[in-house]
């Protein structure tokens, strides 16, 4: 969802808006994780009672987002729609899984689309990061089949912590760990930029 009248934003400004639902989660969780709370005669525990206040506020911080910027990534867009979707389910079933299962589905869905777009012979990161990471076509096809067995990893390891981890383990894994994953392997792809970037080998003409 873009605009052409898209226009920027501090950084710190972006950032909070998209990891502050994130850490807000994580910090109301831990302070109400062995509360519970009886709405309509049902008792509901102290996750499902965050993640009902977490699904308007990634709405509203996605909306502001948007209204400041003019324009979502499908990652963001992607996400948004995800955690209302699973997150509603989790309150209205009363089941915390749905919620969990919801970065399993969102990695996934980024490996298949990445891994579609390798079939075709084209790199779709290359139509979002190219301005950011000047890498020739070799070094974005090498780069996507990475990303797509990341992503893989991603979504499996998900489900080995909620399904024999504790909640409080799970929300630690996705606020932090996941995060730090994702900077990791970026890092870890610096021997690979170097070698296929757009920018060496216009110096190397010179």
Known sequence: MTSPDAKSVPGWLKTTLELGPVLLFF??????????????????????????LFIPLILATTGILWWLTGTLSKMQIFTAVLVTIMGGLSVWLNDERFLKIKPTLLYLLFAAILYFGV?????????????????????????????????????????????????EIWVTFKTFDMPIAIVVFMF?????????????????ED
Do not use: C
């Open 188 to 204: 870890a792809q610096a021997g690979l930029f170097k070698a296929h970037s757009t920018e060496e080998a216009e110096a190397g």
């Open 27 to 52: 910090a109301a969780y831990f302070y109400v994780k062995d509360d519970t709370f009886v709405y309509g005669g049902t008792e509901y525990g102290g996750f499902i009672l965050v993640t009902a």
């Open 119 to 167: 079939l075709r012979g084209r790199s779709y990161l290359s139509d979002i990061l190219s301005e950011a990471m000047p890498l020739t076509q070799e070094g974005w096809m090498i780069l996507t089949k990475r990303m797509v067995w990341f992503f893989v990893a991603l979504a499996v390891a998900n489900e080995v912590v909620w399904r024999f981890l504790s909640t």
